[in-house]
T-cell receptor, first 113, second 111 residues
Framework: DGGITQSPKYLFRKEGQNVTLSCEQNLNHDAMYWYRQDPGQGLRLIYYSQIVNDFQKGDIAEGYSVSREKKESFPLTVTSAQKNPTAFYLC????????????FGDGTRLSIL | QKEVEQDPGPLSVPEGAIVSLNCTYSNSAFQYFMWYRQYSRKGPELLMYTYSSGNKEDGRFTAQVDKSSKYISLFIRDSQPSDSATYLCAGRRTGFQKLVFGTGTRLLVSP
């Protein structure tokens, strides 16, 4: 089955620790995205990548980093500089092209210990 | 003002009712509009995808876009308890990757 796999489903971070969230897709999509979802707020774009080895900041990139070494993979690192990391993180992908819809994985819930 | 506004609900209806979910948006450059359904602790699932103004129907779902009033709607016919979820609307400008989401409307369909 084609789809987007996010892991782990739940993640806990200690103070001062960096953590990495995994996102893998087997849809052969060119573009991949990371969103953050908080209660009472819409999804907010953290980073996106349209091709391998290239990515752009979204609206709330501070305290996050990404890499895109393979087409299938777009990991997100939540660094210690992100002071309010508790949220539901969603990865999405789409075919590259005008107006193509985005499809989402099932998310990773990150909490602070 | 948020670019996309949605009433958070919850909207409670009995099984079999016709449901109307609505969003307003402020950016007149939006050309693409999407509705997603999100169950608790799951990622959003694409339901409907429309371009510019007009209607689009898929089974029990109809999406409607009125660009003159910057209003988008999702209608669900013969609603089922399994439709109970949060519904997110989103808009997108031509040539831009970014989707702008509303905060979502929670729908509860009681048997």
């Amino acid at each position: 089955d084609g789809g987007i796999t996010q892991s782990p489903k739940y993640l806990f971070r200690k103070e001062g620790q960096n953590v990495t969230l995994s996102c893998e897709q087997n849809l052969n999509h060119d573009a991949m995205y990371w969103y953050r979802q908080d209660p009472g707020q819409g999804l907010r774009l953290i980073y996106y990548s349209q091709i391998v080895n290239d990515f752009q900041k979204g609206d709330i990139a501070e305290g996050y980093s990404v890499s895109r070494e393979k087409k299938e993979s777009f990991p997100l690192t939540v660094t210690s500089a992100q002071k309010n990391p508790t949220a539901f993180y969603l990865c999405a992908s789409s075919i590259e092209g005008v107006g193509q819809p985005q499809h989402f994985g099932d998310g990773t819930r990150l909490s602070i210990l | 003002q948020k670019e996309v506004e949605q009433d958070p609900g919850p909207l409670s209806v009995p099984e079999g009712a016709i449901v109307s979910l609505n969003c307003t948006y402020s950016n007149s450059a939006f050309q693409y509009f999407m509705w997603y359904r999100q169950y608790s602790r799951k990622g959003p699932e694409l339901l409907m995808y429309t371009y510019s103004s007009g209607n689009k129907e898929d089974g029990r779902f109809t999406a409607q876009v009125d660009k003159s009033s910057k209003y988008i709607s999702l209608f669900i016919r013969d609603s089922q308890p399994s439709d109970s979820a949060t519904y997110l609307c989103a808009g997108r400008r031509t040539g831009f990757q970014k989707l702008v989401f509303g905060t979502g409307t929670r729908l509860l369909v009681s048997p």
